[in-house]
């Protein structure tokens, strides 16, 4: 059975182990990038972040698409009388 000391013990000992730990990872993989970033070609990184770009813009109009559509019959259901629409089962 653990205590809350113990608790506390591996919570200081991982705060202390992760606070040394991610400044050299850190300064890791800032070196990696240093060395790496000569050798990759933008123009393809370029064109592909485009296309990503276009497909977002055309997914998020067709969201707005749907959203009106689904507005338009929310606001057609709230208009008509009660008795007009479908009894819903429980």
């Known amino acids: 059975m653990t205590t809350g000391g113990e608790v506390a013990i591996v919570a200081i000992v991982f705060g202390t182990v992760s606070s040394m730990v991610y400044p050299l990872v850190r300064a890791w993989a800032r ?3 240093s060395h ?6 933008l ?3 370029e064109d592909r972040l485009d296309r990503i770009e276009r497909a977002v813009e055309s ?3 067709e969201v707005e ?8 019959v929310t606001k057609l259901l709230a208009e008509k009388s ?8 429980p």
């Open 43 to 45: 123009r393809p990184i």
């Open 31 to 33: 070196r990696l990038e």
């Open 65 to 72: 698409r749907v959203s009106e559509g689904q507005r338009f």
């Open 82 to 89: 009660p008795s007009a629409l479908p009894p819903s089962h």
């Open 36 to 41: 790496g970033a000569a050798a990759l070609p």
């Open 59 to 61: 997914i998020a109009l």
